[in-house]
């Protein structure tokens, strides 16, 4: 790896600290005073480094993914080469991170060519990745086609006005899925630069994927903003990155409520409604954030069983265990699932209920040893006759879920309890604790548990969900 | 080292100095160079204002100047177009001292979008000029606007269009958002087999901010120009049959939507869109 030293960064510094220091010297450091400006080098990989850069992998990549390949290139003598390997012995991942920081603001894209040994998709490229800020200006774009031939890539700059002062150039994630996603494959990258083309255009910012979503939530809690940042190239082509928070300004309807920093995190400070937009460079951002924090819910009772007579799936009072989904995505599905915090208790959130399920697939549990599974659950709404069921699923040897399409229930080797709330017990605004007995199909098969799915027609709290002896 | 590092770098400041010197020497030299490009190639020499709107009134257009075509003409104006013209503020206004027309998505009359198509027939039609607007266009799939010209004798006998003649001053598709097109239509050489030279905007596009688009047109030739560049020159060895441009012309400036052109809007072309015009003018010689 070439890194070399940026002596002129240093001179730009001296310089201007002389200068400062003259002017120091006769009227004070002046509102006018500029700070020192860093290189605006745009060029990363030519045929060879440029401007002192690091490489580091990304944990778990495969050691060998990167090389410069002297034999391969689109214009001149080399060109960065990336193996990724089969499924299943890794991924191929880095950043590429320049020695120093460097002013981008003068450019408006990302460009590289690149081919593949194979046509494929690019999980995930682009730049911004810089551990020092926490990726403050990460910019990525997802699943870019690349083909045998030699064709030019843009990844446009969300406000480059952010990128005064850069590390992250350049990096990439790209690993094989599952077995049928293309690996063992090479691609090329040459001529990586930043430039400024003049015809990156017609930005529309998003967040919500530009959806004006609703969130019920509790004073005390927190939320995520995640955004994304759509041109149009000269080519006509639109293409859409994800952008960090901080490319965002974003805007509260009532501060008193609900606050966002920088880095998008919305925190609700009353019970109350406010909304939340956001813009990009003066742009407004298509989708919003309505917040109704008036929600008036108190932490579940603390699970008081000892820890080694319980195997947990969700508390804060456990260790838990793996969980695939809070809420498996299955077909006709409207169930919406958010997390809250109040305090230090997290809580899972399902709204808009007709019927979802939380999955552990990776590893299922044995619940050999166990009895029951308990759950706490708070009703928020008011549902004049309202209903909730559980079932818990064992997935059985064959590895894989079975389920009926029509009924739901399970088939083959798939063992399933199912239980319903007794309505009377259904009351809104309380926790109700709820321990359903491993019996019925699971009474002889707990070993594979990898599934407890709900039914019902009320948005509830879920809390606590822990098996026990 | 300091004092090594301090005469390295007077030492590339006089190297610097002599460069920089000899890069002044040089543009001193270019900018010369440039003056005489652009006195070989003048963009545009009639200089008799004839007509000008300079849309300073806001609310509907000057109707001593324009008139409006409306509806879908027959078979989408002689394209495919998809839009139903109307004469409504929705479709075409005038704020801000700009023309806007604006093209829409609704369900209009069977359309699936509306637009506009202004046009100066009967009210202002003229042999050879120099005839300019200055344009932005709109962006996105589908979107065609233009800025042309018709022969007043399309409806006479013999005289159907293209033998009328068509001189198409800008036209743009909106997937390209750096090019425009300029066309003669005549007899032989009309449609897909006009006589045609596209211009590319270097580091820049043509939605993004506005652009002068003219033509020069003398009984021998048309010149074509964006801007301060002459990117074209259309004379009577280059059409492809007879040179009917030699009689009254009419101005239309018009934004479609869809079109043999452009083909159809996807779901990611954005609506409504704006093509806005800051003046149109004419001159003679």
């Known amino acids: 790896m070439k890194i070399k030293k940026h002596t002129y960064i240093k001179i730009t510094v001296t310089l201007g600290l002389i200068l400062v220091t003259l002017t120091g010297c006769e009227r004070g450091l002046s509102e006018e005073a500029e700070l020192a400006t860093f290189p605006t080098n745009g060029d990363i990989f030519i045929d060879s480094f440029v401007g002192g850069l690091d490489y580091f992998p990304f944990g778990g990549s495969f050691a060998e993914a990167f090389s410069v390949d002297q034999n391969e290139s689109f214009m001149g003598t080399a060109s960065m080469r990336f193996d990724i390997p089969v499924f299943g012995v890794g991924f191929g991942g880095a950043t590429f991170p320049s020695t120093g920081p460097r002013d981008l603001s003068g450019y408006d894209a990302l460009t590289f060519w690149a081919k593949a040994s194979r046509g494929a998709d690019i999980n995930e490229i682009g730049f911004g990745v810089n551990g020092d800020t926490n990726n403050q200006y990460q910019v ?85 903003i995640t955004g994304t940042q759509t041109f149009n190239l000269g080519t006509g082509e639109d293409i859409m990155v994800i952008a960090a928070p901080s490319y965002f300004n974003f805007m509260s309807s009532d501060e008193s409520i609900a606050i966002v920093n920088e880095r998008g995190e919305v925190t609700i400070l009353d019970s109350g409604k406010a909304i939340i937009t956001a813009s990009i460079d003066g742009v407004l951002a298509k989708g919003s954030l309505t917040v109704d924090s008036s929600l008036n819910i108190s932490s579940a009772p603390t699970p008081t069983r000892a820890a080694n007579t319980v195997i947990s799936v969700y508390s804060n009072a456990y260790t838990n265990v793996n969980v695939d989904t809070f809420n498996g995505n ?137 098996f026990y002896e | ?120 027939e009967d009210l202002f039609e003229q042999t050879y000029g120099r005839f300019e607007a200055r344009i932005r266009v709109p962006f996105g799939q589908g979107m065609w606007p233009a800025f042309w010209l018709l022969g007043n004798n399309c409806n006479e006998p013999g005289f159907t269009w293209p033998q009328c003649g068509e001189i198409d001053i800008m036209e743009f598709r909106g997937q390209e958002p750096t090019i425009i097109h300029g066309s003669v239509h005549g007899p032989e050489y009309s449609a897909g087999n006009a006589i045609t030279k596209s211009y590319q905007l270097p580091n820049d596009r043509f939605d993004t901010g506005f652009h002068v688009f003219g033509i020069e047109w003398a009984p021998d030739y048309v010149n074509y120009y964006v801007d301060d560049v002459l990117y074209n020159q259309i004379t009577r060895e280059d059409v492809t049959g007879e040179w009917v441009l030699d009689h009254p012309f009419y101005i239309i400036i018009n934004l479609a939507v869809g079109g043999s052109f452009v083909g159809s809007p996807n779901s990611d072309t954005v609506f409504p869109q704006n093509m806005l015009v800051d003046y149109v003018r004419v001159y003679k010689k």
């Open chain 1, 140 to 224: 990525t774009l997802q699943n870019m086609p690349i083909t045998t031939n030699w064709k030019k890539y843009t990844i446009p700059i969300p406000d480059a006005s952010k990128l005064n002062q850069e590390i992250g150039m350049f990096w990439y994630a790209e690993g094989a899925e599952n077995a049928a996603d293309e690996g063992g494959y090479t691609f090329w990258i040459d001529e990586l630069k930043f430039e400024r083309l003049g015809t990156i255009a017609q930005p529309r910012p998003a967040i919500f994927n530009g959806i004006d979503e609703m969130l019920q939530t509790v004073k005390g809690s927190t939320t995520t």
């Open chain 1, 330 to 466: 299955f077909g006709g599905s409207t169930t919406q699932t958010t997390f809250l915090k109040l305090g230090n208790d997290d809580l899972i959130f399902n709204t808009n209920v007709n019927f979802a399920g939380i999955q552990f697939q990776n590893p299922t549990i044995d619940a050999s040893s166990m009895n029951f599974l308990h759950l706490d659950v708070f009703i928020v709404s008011d549902t004049s006759s309202p209903s909730l069921s559980f079932n818990i699923r064992d997935r059985g040897a064959n590895g894989e879920l079975n389920t009926n399409v029509n009924t739901g229930g399970p088939t083959e080797d798939d063992q399933q309890i199912d239980f319903t709330i007794p309505s009377a017990q259904l009351v809104s605004g309380q926790w109700i604790s709820v321990d359903i007995p491993l019996t019925g199909g699971l009474a002889t098969q707990k070993n594979n548990l990898a599934q407890i799915a709900f039914s019902g027609n009320v948005d509830f709290i879920l809390d606590n969900i822990y």
């Open chain 2, 1 to 120: 080292m300091n004092k090594m590092m301090n005469a390295k770098t007077s030492n590339m400041n006089r190297i610097y100095t002599s460069k920089i010197w000899n890069y002044f020497i040089l543009l001193v030299l270019l900018f010369y160079i440039g003056c005489n490009t652009s006195e070989e190639q003048t963009v545009a020499t009639f200089s008799n204002l004839v007509m000008q709107d300079e849309f300073d009134v806001d609310g509907t257009l000057n109707s001593s100047l324009w008139t409006y075509d409306i509806g879908t003409g027959m078979n989408g104006w002689g394209n495919n177009e998809l839009q139903y013209y109307t004469d409504r503020p929705e479709n075409v206004t005038v704020q801000n001292g700009v023309l806007i027309i604006t093209a829409r998505q609704e369900d209009f009359n069977g359309a699936a979008y509306t637009s506009a198509r202004i046009k100066t």
